[in-house]
């Protein structure tokens, strides 16, 4: 995707620009503003986004939270924290500002911030640590630190005001020269964000404005899919994406300038991907990692982008298929994984699918793998990432696609088929993927049908014989359908189908769903679902279990409301 360039502008021009962008990136425009403007901020943009209540009464308790994680701020080692890696990324990233904020006045909150901007300033001020200095977490900080100017800059004391302001001008040097270093996606997306929030906010920044808006444009064009997906094909960094631009936005608005037309594009599209991911409880789908998050946090970053969109609904880059009918929402993974430069702790789902009923989730995926990856047990993060922690077809109790010991995919799907077809009485999906030929000789189909009134879901999985390599005998299979959380099974007497009890008012619950099989053996197992505040809900699953010979097998399915 292409979001900038130089199209249409003359070789002079052209030259020109290059020539310009030669010289900011190297040491001669560390020198252009020296001494000439002094260290102060332009404009205090706003931070669109409300932070989260529990957390900001816990600073003021003493206490720093994040995704289940809670350390005591007086006994943070700013250098060496002892907490994961997400929760040191929060620390550096300034984003327990937006918390903070959301629940004290300046009086209440600038005493707690000033006293841990002190503290990481001592600690990194003068020192390029590889975590602490890492481009994307300095994009973020700088526009954490310049939202939120009152609590860290209310200080009397004018040689801490001095050098809150020193470190922030040479953040913004430091990724002038390495904005570009940081991986695609929200990574890059945050470090060319602070870039030209930059250039906006620190006096005579108009040349650094100009270079951050057309590194901001590279990163788009190699974060994002044309359908406005992110390369990670993770919602969850989706949404982190908006989030940043929607705050990148405020700062324009900050100084009555609006964002450029080829951003603002690029925002709508990206919108409209995001809730083609998101089902009838407004949350968002369990994909690459990342969990449902909460639905008011995802309104609140939707509605801080300013776009007003439909749902993308067929996403071939994105790889996203949606059908919404009555009140049914069927989310498919209809695309190979992301590859390993995208996204750190991919998936293997490919062919898995979601299904809710309103604001009830019938059939998810575990999620949650990068969400709760400080929470949880090494293993059971791992665990989450598999083929068998997601709604799909497994082939003899191995991955779609390899899941390699220090993190990265290998081998595996490398082409999926789709076909889609809709019409008045229902709509279907056809997809199938190759990432069992290669050590089992199949290829796995799925089709999958929505009736019209959103009452019946059916669908068909397939092994098809493919390439050279024909085992003898049988090839064990099993197809997993895990349940939302408080979605009930209880087996029928035949042993072939379920009757799923959904959360409701009153003793008996919510509305009634069947689950129907033939071609395969029907058990109820335990299960586990990461939810939007990556914590473990205990849940269950429908295995279907069966063996495939030489010549291929198939099972066919169908949840169907009853009440």
Known sequence: MRVGGTTGLSLAERLAERLH?????????????????????????????AGDVGRGRGLLDGELAYRGETRAIASLDMKRPDASRAFVEHLHAFAWLRDLSTVATRAQGAPVAEALMARWLDAHADTVDPLAWRPDL??????????????????????????????????????????????????????????????????????????????????????????????????????????LLASLREVYAARRLELPEAVAAALVRMVGALLGATHGDRALSSWQGGGPDTPEHIAAVIAASGVRTRPLRQARDWGYQRLATGTAVLIVDAAPPPVARAIHGGCASTLAFEFSDGAHRIVVNCGGSAAAAGSLPAALVQGLRTTAAHS????????????????????????????????????????????????WGLVHRRQ?????????????????????????????????????????????????????????????????????????TLAIDDSVWIDGIAGTVATQQLVVSGEAPAGGASVSWAFKRAL
């Open 21 to 49: 962008r030669l010289t900011w990136r190297t040491p001669i425009h560390g020198l252009r503003l020296k001494g000439r403007h002094p260290l102060k901020l332009i404009a205090v943009p706003d931070d669109p986004v």
């Open 138 to 243: 300095w994009g973020r900080r700088i526009l954490f630190w310049t939202a939120h100017a009152p609590l860290i800059l209310s200080s009397a004391d004018l040689i801490y005001r001095s050098r809150v302001l020193n470190v922030l001008a040479k953040g913004a040097r430091h990724l002038d020269r390495g904005a570009d270093k940081a991986p695609p996606g929200a990574a890059r997306i945050a470090a060319w964000c602070g870039v030209v929030a930059a250039g906006l906010l620190i006096p005579g920044g108009d040349p650094r404005q100009a270079f951050g808006e057309a590194g901001l444009a590279r990163a788009l064009g190699t974060s994002l899919f044309d359908d406005g997906g992110s390369v990670s094909r993770s919602p969850a960094m989706l949404l982190d994406s908006i989030q």
């Open 392 to 439: 799909t077809l497994i082939v003899g109790d191995s991955n779609s696609t390899a899941i390699h010991a220090d993190g990265t995919l290998g081998r595996g799907v490398g082409e999926v088929e789709l076909g889609r077809q809709e019409s008045d009485a229902a709509s279907r999906i056809e997809v199938s993927h190759d990432g069992y030929v290669r050590r």
């Open 448 to 520: 999958l049908m929505l009736t019209a009134d959103g009452r019946e879901l059916r669908g068909d999985d397939a092994l098809l014989p493919r390439g050279r390599k024909q085992r003898p005998g049988t090839t064990p299979f099993a197809i997993r359908f895990h349940l939302g959380a408080g979605v009930r099974a209880s087996p029928t007497a035949d042993g072939l189908a379920a009757i799923l009890r959904l959360p409701g008012q009153g003793s008996g619950g919510g509305a009634m769903w069947q689950f129907r099989v033939r071609g395969g």
